[in-house]
């Protein structure tokens, strides 16, 4: 007999109660049985504990399910309760806050269940590659039941399936990678905290839309296709976390510019206990009145996968924050000034920085959000036409900036208006009467900016109120707090006034230079502050980040050293292996349709891929002569096979099979798999390697060489298709691939330009000098690298030189002597399994 049992408890800590959480009109634990019902099985239970037996009760009756209770924190006991009551002899097991499982998924691994039982023995079978909150996992009830009596570890006893599959010494577990429809890991379905259930009500939203109720709930589980397609849809909602900089003296400009995030987007807001910023308060008030929910300011760090995005408006972010935000998903951080900006997936510069030796993804000042009160009245030119000066260096005044300059500015005989947090205490501290009534003391203005076009000049420090100032056309002089700030100013063109030369004459000085008060600047040109950094965000929330594809260690990877930042991707180096990598992006995923193979290929060569099929084959014939030579070297004159990975529409079979090997063919387009099957009359098979079974497509188990003609960039997870490819290649075989080269003269001499045109679709970048190292890990050694794709015409110092002239086949001679070309082919032998 076979049984489903949907483990429950309202216990959870992170989301209390989640499973009668209101869902599309019912509630989270109706939408799981509902869509576990439609699998086949001899009894459905729902297993919970004693404390949440009564409430769930009635969920379970009107949904057919009989309810057991066991232990609340010894689930395995739970489970193994069940199985001695009811009898079952196999059970499916499935947990209550997965409302959108894949029910086809679960059907089909029944399905798979019963027919490896016939042929083979095994305890434990599931599907890897589901969503995270699609798993399903099946095992045997008198295995659960052994494992009990083997197992005191309480991980075991907390999670049941590692009881038996973290124990190989005494259980077989299989774990089958999910059909391709059902294959997505890197999306997400559960319900484990509120950001994850505001998603699932975006799903049902996109789904079902607007009119859902409990009185008109939805009736029907989701099918596959219905939740991939929601999954994919620009409406879901992706969970945000801003995280500004709430220190005392550090101004309010990081918490506002989150805020309005917050509200725009719907984003989170991590806001500590003990946060020190004087304005908080008043500033979350401000936005709630703008539409911030309370639910939206949380006080704890996030935990692993429970946001999509975090972004950071820290000033200067700490190491230890920075690790913690950067483990628990990709960060963008705003003008971030710290040397702990390589942790960081994006940058994004707003206000124009000075001395950072690191780049930006992106550098963009039409993101800040400007006045719309501007000045009318035309530019003072002379210092008689200068009446009235705002000074201010935000709402804390930390140095103690504002008296001493409102004095030396007022000793001008203007008229004075000083930001200050105590207005009375400020007022008896001028001792000069006739300065006293120039100055007025006010306290912290809320909306600042637009106030701001009200006075002549503004005299303020490096921030946001300087470009703001301008954008309302206000004069402005900075106060140069420190060195970096003086230096920003004088880059930026600012009239700057440091700290140490704050005196009437040197304040007079100043507005006698009219001119140099409005300095040019992006921020008063047309587009300025038009663009939505709320809309920009919630772009790069759909964003992805990788780890090292040979390594895989995610905790290593936050760490890599960054190599380059372009406007799509950020690159880095494992410190493990060397492998230069994509660890984060933000494009698209590429379509490997015919478009392709014809529209894209035709932009970039100027014809379609089966128009340059001829020249393609006559690479792909030397590529050939090569492996045959290593792999007969070795071999007696038989006809050996050959899969060749990536085939497309099969140039290098072609050209294989002429030269006398047995041919085979993967590929990922159906359109190209077609035109080898029916007009080059090949084997080939619609798989994605290393997922697939050779001996089920082709009835081959091992082939002599494998290939992959600019196709093993495109695997973001290289470690299991190396292993992959020396599982079905036999001992002495060949692997031959060809590649982009990172240290070709595209890599060296043009870095940046090189890594912003890297194809959004290439998640390895290799180099030459390092593919022996790597391969080596799985057993291959490198008998042959030939660098290919030469362009002298790339080297800096032959702009404009002719291609006949003999500095320009100095530089070929030397590309080709040297290795630096812009791709290259290795050809390697299997020796050993790994």
């Given at each position: 007999?076979?049984?489903?049992a949907?483990?429950?408890?309202?216990?959870s800590?992170?989301?209390p109660?989640?499973?009668?959480?209101?869902?599309g009109?019912?509630?989270?634990?109706?939408?799981?049985?509902?869509a576990?019902?439609?699998?086949?099985?001899?009894?459905?239970?729902?297993a919970?504990?004693?404390a949440?037996f009564?409430?769930?009760?009635?969920?379970?009756?009107?949904?057919?399910?009989?309810?057991f209770k066991?232990?609340l924190?010894?689930?395995?006991?739970r489970?193994c309760?069940?199985?001695e009551e009811?009898?079952?002899?196999?059970?499916?097991?499935a947990?209550a806050d997965?409302?959108?499982?894949?029910?086809?998924?679960?059907?089909?691994?029944?399905?798979?269940?019963?027919?490896?039982?016939?042929?083979?023995?095994?305890?434990?079978?599931?599907?890897?590659?589901?969503?995270?909150?699609?798993?399903?996992?099946?095992?045997?009830?008198?295995?659960?039941?052994?494992?009990?009596?083997?197992?005191?570890?309480?991980?075991?006893h907390?999670?049941?399936?590692?009881?038996?599959?973290?124990?190989?010494?005494?259980?077989?577990?299989?774990?089958?990678?999910?059909p391709?429809?059902?294959n997505?890991?890197?999306l997400?379905t559960?319900i484990?905290?509120?950001?994850?259930?505001?998603?699932?009500?975006?799903?049902?939203?996109?789904?079902?839309?607007?009119?859902?109720?409990?009185?008109?709930?939805?009736?029907?589980p989701?099918?596959?296709?219905?939740?991939l397609?929601?999954?994919?849809?620009?409406?879901?909602?992706?969970?945000?976390?801003?995280?500004?900089?709430?220190?005392?003296?550090?101004?309010?400009?990081?918490?506002?510019?989150?805020?309005q995030?917050?509200?725009?987007?719907?984003?989170?807001?991590?806001?500590?206990?003990?946060?020190?910023?004087?304005?908080?308060d008043?500033?979350?008030?401000?936005?709630?009145?703008n539409?911030l929910?309370?639910?939206?300011?949380?006080?704890?760090?996030?935990?692993?996968?429970?946001?999509?995005?975090?972004?950071?408006?820290a000033?200067?972010?700490?190491?230890?924050?920075?690790?913690?935000?950067s483990?628990?998903?990709?960060?963008?951080?705003?003008?971030?000034?710290?040397?702990?900006?390589?942790?960081?997936?994006?940058?994004?510069?707003?206000?124009?920085?000075?001395?950072?030796?690191?780049?930006?993804?992106?550098?963009d000042?039409?993101?800040?959000t400007l006045?719309q009160?501007?000045?009318?009245?035309?530019?003072p030119?002379?210092?008689?036409?200068?009446?009235?000066?705002?000074?201010?260096?935000?709402?804390?005044?930390?140095?103690?900036?504002?008296?001493?300059?409102?004095?030396?500015?007022?000793?001008?005989?203007?008229?004075?208006t000083?930001?200050?947090?105590?207005?009375?205490?400020?007022?008896?501290?001028?001792t000069?009467?006739d300065l006293?009534?120039?100055?007025t003391?006010?306290?912290?203005?809320?909306?600042l900016?637009?106030?701001?076009?009200?006075?002549?000049?503004?005299?303020?420090?490096?921030?946001?109120?300087a470009?703001?100032?301008?954008?309302?056309?206000?004069?402005?002089?900075?106060?140069?707090?420190?060195?970096?700030?003086?230096?920003l100013?004088?880059?930026?063109?600012?009239a700057?006034?440091?700290?140490s030369?704050i005196?009437s004459?040197?304040?007079?000085?100043?507005?006698?230079?009219?001119?140099?008060?409005?300095?040019d600047?992006?921020?008063?040109k047309?587009?300025?502050?038009?663009?939505?950094?709320?809309?920009?965000?919630?772009?790069?929330?759909?964003?992805?980040?990788?780890?090292?594809?040979?390594c895989?260690?995610?905790?290593?990877?936050?760490?890599?050293?960054?190599?380059?930042?372009?406007?799509?991707?950020t690159?880095?180096r494992?410190?493990?292996?060397?492998?230069?990598?994509?660890?984060w992006?933000?494009?698209?995923d590429?379509?490997?349709?015919?478009?392709?193979?014809?529209?894209?290929?035709?932009?970039?060569?100027?014809?379609?891929?089966?128009?340059?099929f001829?020249?393609i084959?006559?690479?792909?014939?030397?590529?050939?002569?090569?492996?045959?030579?290593?792999?007969?070297s070795?071999?007696?004159?038989v006809?050996?096979?050959?899969l060749?990975?990536?085939?497309?529409?099969?140039?290098?079979?072609?050209?294989?099979?002429?030269?006398?090997w047995?041919?085979?063919?993967?590929d990922?387009?159906?359109?190209a798999?077609?035109?080898?099957?029916?007009?080059?009359h090949?084997?080939?098979?619609v798989?994605s390697?290393p997922?697939?079974?050779?001996?089920?497509?082709?009835?081959?188990?091992?082939?002599?060489a494998?290939?992959?003609?600019?196709?093993?960039?495109?695997?973001?997870?290289l470690?299991?298709?190396?292993r992959?490819?020396?599982k079905?290649?036999k001992?002495?075989?060949?692997?031959?691939?060809?590649t982009?080269?990172?240290?070709?003269?595209?890599?060296?001499?043009?870095t940046?330009?090189?890594?912003?045109?890297?194809p959004?679709?290439h998640?390895?970048?290799?180099?030459?000098?390092?593919?022996?190292?790597?391969?080596?890990?799985?057993?291959?050694?490198v008998?042959?690298?030939?660098?290919?794709?030469?362009?002298?015409?790339?080297?800096?110092?032959?702009?404009?030189?002719?291609?006949t002239?003999?500095?320009?086949?100095?530089?070929?001679?030397?590309?080709?002597?040297?290795g630096?070309?812009?791709?290259?082919?290795?050809?390697?032998?299997?020796?050993k399994?790994?």
């Amino acid at each position: 007999m076979t049984i489903i049992a949907v483990q429950c408890r309202l216990s959870s800590t992170r989301l209390p109660g989640k499973a009668l959480k209101i869902l599309g009109g019912k509630t989270v634990l109706d939408w799981t049985l509902a869509a576990m019902k439609k699998v086949k099985a001899d009894e459905y239970y729902v297993a919970t504990d004693e404390a949440s037996f009564d409430e769930l009760a009635p969920v379970c009756e009107r949904n057919g399910f009989k309810i057991f209770k066991g232990p609340l924190e010894d689930v395995l006991a739970r489970y193994c309760n069940l199985i001695e009551e009811t009898k079952a002899d196999v059970v499916l097991r499935a947990t209550a806050d997965n409302p959108f499982l894949f029910y086809e998924a679960a059907d089909s691994l029944v399905e798979e269940f019963e027919k490896r039982s016939q042929t083979e023995d095994f305890d434990y079978l599931t599907y890897t590659g589901l969503p995270h909150g699609s798993g399903i996992e099946m095992f045997k009830a008198a295995s659960l039941l052994k494992a009990r009596a083997l197992t005191n570890l309480a991980y075991d006893h907390e999670h049941v399936g590692p009881s038996l599959y973290n124990h190989p010494e005494h259980f077989r577990s299989l774990f089958i990678p999910a059909p391709q429809a059902f294959n997505y890991p890197n999306l997400r379905t559960t319900i484990d905290t509120a950001a994850d259930f505001k998603r699932a009500q975006s799903i049902i939203k996109i789904i079902s839309g607007d009119k859902v109720s409990e009185k008109n709930p939805v009736k029907e589980p989701y099918s596959t296709e219905q939740i991939l397609s929601a999954l994919e849809s620009p409406e879901l909602y992706k969970p945000i976390l801003t995280v500004p900089c709430v220190k005392k003296g550090k101004g309010t400009g990081h918490l506002r510019r989150c805020l309005q995030i917050a509200v725009d987007t719907g984003a989170n807001v991590y806001i500590p206990e003990d946060s020190g910023l004087e304005e908080k308060d008043e500033l979350l008030e401000d936005a709630k009145k703008n539409g911030l929910l309370d639910e939206q300011i949380v006080s704890r760090l996030p935990e692993k996968n429970e946001y999509d995005l975090i972004v950071t408006d820290a000033f200067t972010l700490d190491r230890e924050l920075a690790l913690s935000l950067s483990k628990a998903a990709p960060v963008l951080a705003i003008d971030e000034g710290s040397l702990n900006a390589d942790l960081c997936d994006c940058l994004l510069d707003i206000i124009p920085s000075y001395g950072l030796e690191r780049p930006a993804n992106i550098s963009d000042p039409t993101f800040v959000t400007l006045p719309q009160h501007k000045r009318t009245a035309k530019k003072p030119e002379s210092i008689d036409e200068i009446k009235s000066l705002l000074v201010t260096v935000g709402g804390e005044d930390p140095a103690d900036l504002v008296l001493p300059s409102s004095i030396a500015f007022a000793s001008s005989g203007k008229k004075i208006t000083a930001i200050v947090q105590n207005p009375e205490e400020a007022e008896l501290r001028v001792t000069d009467e006739d300065l006293r009534k120039k100055i007025t003391f006010i306290r912290p203005v809320h909306n600042l900016r637009e106030q701001l076009s009200q006075y002549d000049v503004v005299v303020t420090h490096y921030g946001f109120t300087a470009f703001e100032a301008l954008a309302a056309g206000c004069g402005v002089i900075l106060l140069g707090t420190t060195a970096l700030h003086v230096n920003l100013a004088v880059k930026y063109g600012f009239a700057c006034l440091p700290v140490s030369q704050i005196n009437s004459e040197n304040a007079l000085s100043l507005l006698k230079k009219t001119a140099s008060l409005y300095p040019d600047s992006p921020f008063t040109k047309e587009g300025a502050g038009k663009k939505s950094l709320g809309d920009f965000v919630k772009a790069l929330a759909g964003g992805k980040r990788f780890v090292c594809p040979v390594c895989r260690d995610e905790k290593a990877s936050v760490e890599n050293p960054i190599v380059a930042r372009t406007t799509l991707h950020t690159f880095r180096r494992c410190k493990t292996c060397g492998m230069l990598y994509m660890s984060w992006t933000h494009a698209s995923d590429k379509n490997y349709n015919s478009s392709y193979f014809f529209e894209d290929y035709k932009k970039q060569y100027g014809k379609t891929y089966l128009d340059d099929f001829k020249n393609i084959k006559k690479q792909c014939v030397r590529r050939t002569s090569l492996v045959d030579m290593l792999y007969r070297s070795d071999h007696k004159a038989v006809t050996p096979a050959v899969l060749d990975i990536g085939c497309a529409f099969g140039p290098y079979l072609d050209a294989a099979n002429d030269s006398g090997w047995q041919v085979f063919g993967t590929d990922i387009s159906k359109e190209a798999v077609d035109y080898v099957q029916n007009s080059l009359h090949y084997p080939a098979a619609v798989a994605s390697f290393p997922d697939f079974d050779p001996v089920s497509e082709f009835g081959v188990k091992n082939f002599d060489a494998v290939t992959m003609w600019y196709v093993i960039e495109h695997f973001q997870d290289l470690d299991s298709v190396l292993r992959g490819v020396s599982k079905i290649l036999k001992n002495g075989g060949i692997f031959a691939f060809s590649t982009p080269s990172a240290s070709g003269v595209s890599g060296r001499f043009n870095t940046q330009s090189f890594f912003q045109n890297s194809p959004t679709d290439h998640f390895t970048l290799w180099e030459p000098g390092r593919a022996a190292s790597i391969l080596k890990r799985y057993g291959f050694k490198v008998c042959k690298v030939v660098s290919t794709g030469h362009h002298p015409e790339r080297f800096p110092n032959l702009k404009g030189q002719k291609s006949t002239s003999l500095k320009f086949a100095l530089y070929s001679t030397a590309s080709h002597f040297f290795g630096l070309g812009d791709t290259f082919e290795v050809y390697c032998k299997k020796e050993k399994d790994c």
